[in-house]
């Protein structure tokens, strides 16, 4: 392929790459740090990307916005959300073993699903690119490349210079870390763990929100996108390894290759290509490729 | 045999005999299908229950099994039941084998995780590709022959044979865990280090548990091929596996009962909040109220419905106490 | 001369930076019981742990009954004839006592294929048990759900268990810890009986007992052995009171 196909594919790559990322982290953090396996971290996604699609119009009515501030009115509603989920619900999840937490948090993706069914309903829904984002970018002489995508690759980008910042330069980061690295020391040193879980969940379901709700223009609004999603973010968490944002990143992109680059490629065994990733990576080492807290 | 469990069988092979001779072709139907999820649920018990491997991959053990004993019989003109369902079986083992050996070298999460995975993956091969002949589904060409004239089609013929199949799998099953293996197996689900300090390879015996267990599921996934004549990818789908793991849960972990009990449970529930009569316009939305049941049930219930039992002959009190929050400790 | 039946040669175990054991020496005779002490943190888990196969070796050599099993796994040296017992209760709750021993004396006679041959009718495991459970004094209680038992009780059933698989060498993690006087000196008592056909490693914080029935003592400080020898040697050892401050005299 020329050159600026090839650009195309690894800009769609990144960009593929760094959404998931903004999913995964949140699963790899809630996980290391609480020890919660979360199936329904997924429906997070989703209900980003449903958020957007439903506030719009009440947003353009009420407070007379854009995509802008329907981004953040969305941000802030989950924020709620995830408090409001991590107090009600997840909290009681801590103490319970693997199996439990798997069942609780399937029964809750069902009961996700069904509500988001009765209230906006099982079609599929297009959420309009903004017009100040709907041009494109030239790209030599014929091609051209979507100034959304590198808005939503930018838009990662930033999240996760965010996030990093956070961890590594905060006292709250450090917080964080060590919980994610050891639970119980972190505890017994005195550290509010209670109020650092619920900021920490509310923080992972929010940037999981916020990744569908700008994925939402590209990808459409359909029932089975938070599944899909989730079960890559495993793969990404596996390959990854659990705990630690590093490998959560780099997984990401990997898959983002994989997947973009499969394809264009392999067409026929695109879906089945990260999964064969992830065998020969187990192959090689078992717990992923980087530790937790990193 | 315990008293108990000898009961249990009895009553159940008399329900089993009984209902189809008084009851519609809707109900035998309902029972057929009913007994293949309790075959499917006995597979993952062994698993989850006994040597304490969750696995959310079970669905690709089922699929597997369904898928090869079509796509076989369209191959040739009349298959025979006695290579059928062997290699059906076999194909199961196969990938559980292959599954097994990666998967075992992860442990807790990532064992689950990975599982779900694999399970993904025998799904898009199935979907994508044109082995498994795409999204719509394939119909079985042929009911296979048992012997002679006999032909396994017909629902009565498919009902006894798949209740034969589940007592056979019980037999088997019930033999395996009082035995040396399945000892061993408890032991491992308990503390694994432990056993491998006196002396047991766990990792094989884990890999074997799974390789019966995926055997087990194909078994199931062979008969529900033959009794609706058709597959679809979605029989791969996590969603089966999360079903499957949602019935033993409710009929109890760690008793070969709970799982058939689970699996019947499961199936009076799917049709309860299916039900147009009860549910109205909800009946659509019916995994809501499995949601909320098993989540209720994992909450209140950890036992099961078979531990259910044990709780009300100690008298009912339900432990609240198991809610338990993070200690707090202010800055 | 004793039969030298276990030897840890140069063991070290590094985790990251940090050192747990640090060119370790340590040599099990038969007929003699080998007390590891040392402050908390010292390495002394780590040790045993790194001679019975359950964690890597970083370097250095474990030989077993002459032969190197440096990179053998934990079950095949319990096969030859390793036994551990851990410091915190590894005992199955929800069996019998019986059943406890009965599990771990199969591991001696396997065959997992017999699927139709239960396992409480393995005449090879349970007369082990049995046997193993008369010589604890256990016998008594053998029907009883272990996870009833007393705390003491229970660490005897886990020496029991770790006896059923007739090893020749014992590595006992303390198994004193949150013993009564009178329970101690059971076990001690025990523990001298068992001498007489097994090598004894025994890790363990109570001085008073350490001294009362080791014949060698080896003193681990932050992972490296600072002292080795009789027990009225370390008891004259200056090291060893630096290092304690207060060591029972």
């Known amino acids: ?294 | 045999m315990k008293k108990s469990q000898l009961f249990f069988l009895l009553i159940l092979a008399s329900i089993l005999v009984f209902l189809p001779q008084i009851s519609s072709e809707y109900v035998t139907d309902w029972l057929t299908k009913t007994m293949i999820f309790a075959i499917f649920a006995l597979s993952l018990e062994l698993l989850v229950g006994q040597t304490g491997l969750v696995c959310f991959g079970q669905s690709a053990f089922f699929g597997i099994g369904a898928y090869t004993a079509v796509l076989f019989s369209a191959k040739v003109d009349h298959t025979y039941l006695g290579y059928l369902l062997p290699l059906a079986i076999f194909a199961a083992a196969l990938y559980a084998l292959i599954v097994g050996a990666l998967s075992l070298r992860t442990k807790g999460v990532y064992f689950i995780m990975v599982t779900l995975a694999f399970a993904q993956m025998a799904y898009y091969v199935i979907h994508d590709t044109p082995l498994g002949g795409g999204t719509d589904g394939i119909y079985l060409y042929s009911k296979p022959i048992i012997f002679g004239d006999l032909v396994l089609e017909g629902s009565i013929c498919i009902y006894f044979f798949t209740a034969i199949s589940l007592f056979l799998v019980l037999g088997f099953l019930g033999l395996l865990s009082s035995s040396r293996f399945g000892r061993a197996l408890i032991g491992i689900k308990i503390n694994e280090l432990r056993m491998r300090a006196m002396g047991f390879e766990t990792y094989w015996y884990k890999l074997a548990a799974f390789v019966i267990s995926g055997a087990i599921a194909g078994i199931a996934g062979f008969l529900f091929a033959m009794k609706d004549g058709f597959v679809n990818p979605e029989i791969l789908s996590w969603h089966v596996s999360g079903t499957v793991l949602m019935m033993i849960i409710l009929g109890g972990l760690g008793h070969l009962r709970g799982a058939v009990i689970g699996a019947f449970t499961y199936a009076l529930l799917e049709e309860i909040f299916r039900s147009e009569i009860i549910f109205g316009s909800f009946s659509k939305n019916w995994h809501l109220g499995l949601g909320l049941t098993l989540i209720l049930s994992v909450a209140l219930l950890p036992k099961g419905l078979f531990g259910m039992r044990d709780q009300l002959l100690r008298g009912l009190s339900l432990d609240l106490g198991n809610f338990k929050k993070p200690p707090k400790t202010k800055l | 001369m004793n039969q030298l039946l276990l030897r840890g040669k140069n063991l070290s175990r590094q985790w990251g930076g940090l050192l747990a054991v640090n060119q370790v020496n340590i040599e099990i005779f038969l007929g003699k019981i080998h007390a590891v002490i040392g402050t908390n943190g010292a390495g002394k888990s780590t040790l045993i742990n790194l001679l019975a196969g359950e964690i890597p070796l970083s370097s250095g050599s474990v030989e077993l009954l002459e032969q190197d099993v440096s990179v053998w796994s934990e079950p095949r040296r319990a096969h030859l004839g390793l036994g551990k017992s851990f410091q915190k209760n590894t005992i199955f709750p929800d069996l019998s006592v019986f059943e406890n021993c009965r599990l771990a004396a199969q591991a001696r006679y396997q065959r997992p294929w017999k699927f139709w041959e239960t396992g409480e009718s393995c005449t090879h495991s349970r007369t082990q048990a049995q046997k193993v459970l008369l010589k604890t004094g256990l016998h008594v209680l053998s029907e009883k759900k272990a996870g009833l038992l007393s705390h003491g009780q229970k660490r005897q059933l886990e020496v029991a268990m770790c006896l059923a698989t007739n090893p020749k060498v014992l590595l006992l993690d303390e198994p004193l810890a949150g013993m009564g006087a009178e329970e101690t000196n059971r076990m001690l008592n025990f523990l001298n009986e068992l001498r007489a056909e097994h090598g004894i490693l025994l890790v363990e914080h109570d001085m008073d007992a350490v001294f009362k029935v080791a014949d060698v003592i080896t003193v681990m400080v932050n992972g490296a052995v600072i002292a080795c020898g009789t027990p009225s040697e370390i008891k004259d050892n200056n090291d060893v009171q630096i290092a304690y401050l207060g060591v029972a005299s």
């Open chain 1, 1 to 294: 392929m020329d050159f600026f196909t090839l650009l195309i594919q690894v800009l769609n790559a990144v960009q593929y790459g760094l959404l998931l990322f903004l999913v995964a982290a949140g699963l790899t953090l809630i996980f290391g740090m609480m020890g919660i396996i979360n199936l329904a971290h997924g429906s997070f996604y989703m209900i980003g990307a449903y958020l957007s699609f439903g506030l719009a119009p009440i947003v353009g009515q009420t407070i007379g916005g854009g995509f802008l501030v329907t981004l953040v009115v969305g941000l802030i509603f989950a924020i709620f959300l995830g408090y409001l989920l991590e107090w009600l619900f997840y909290s009681y999840l801590y103490e319970r073993d693997h199996l439990q937490q798997v069942l609780m948090t399937y029964g809750l993706i069902l009961v996700f699903e069904e509500i988001r069914s009765l209230l906006l309903g099982d079609d599929v829904h297009s959420v309009a690119i903004p017009d100040w984002l709907s041009a494109s970018i030239q790209l030599g002489d014929i091609m051209t490349y979507p100034t959304y995508r590198l808005f939503i690759s930018g838009m990662c980008l930033l999240l996760a210079a965010a996030m990093l910042i956070v961890l590594t330069k905060t006292r709250l980061g450090m917080m964080i870390r060590a919980g994610s690295v050891n639970r119980e020391m972190t505890q017994s040193l005195g550290v509010n763990i209670q109020f650092l879980y619920r900021l920490v969940f509310a923080a992972g379901v929010a940037i999981a929100a916020f990744a569908g709700m700008i994925a939402a223009p590209v990808t459409s609004v359909y029932p089975g996108m938070g599944q899909n999603i989730l079960i890559i973010c495993f793969v990404v968490v596996v390959i990854g390894g659990i705990g630690s944002i590093r490998g959560a990143l780099i997984a990401s992109l990997l898959i983002g290759f994989v997947d973009t680059f499969g394809k264009v490629l392999l067409p026929n065994v695109a879906g089945v290509l990260m999964y064969v990733l992830m065998a020969t990576i187990l192959l090689w080492k078992p717990s992923g490729l980087f530790k937790a807290g990193s």
